[in-house]
């Protein structure tokens, strides 16, 4: 096997991996706002927020108050 081929096989596995990782969460907020994310949110930071990323890419924060439900995308 050539480091090529050994690399790229590397590179699938841990791609795989990943992509299994991920837990697509859904955030609705108390104005019945709704953001889909690509994983769970981080918990909530000292200074009371909510930090994450939708799945547009865009990094999203919250104030924790603002926050009605994070569930698991059905």
């Known amino acids: 096997m050539n480091i090529k081929t050994l690399g790229m096989s590397v590179a699938i596995a841990a791609s ?3 992509a299994g990782c991920s837990t697509p969460t859904v955030v ?3 104005n ?3 953001y889909l994310t690509k994983d769970m949110p981080k ?3 000292k ?3 909510y930090e ?3 799945i547009s890419g865009a990094k999203v924060k919250v104030r ?4 009605s439900t ?3 995308e059905d």
């Open 32 to 34: 019945g706002t709704q």
């Open 16 to 18: 795989l991996a990943l």
């Open 64 to 67: 924790a108050d603002e926050v």
């Open 28 to 30: 609705t907020l108390q």
């Open 43 to 45: 918990t909530k930071t």
């Open 47 to 49: 200074d009371g927020f």
């Open 52 to 54: 994450f990323e939708d």
């Open 70 to 72: 994070i569930r698991k």
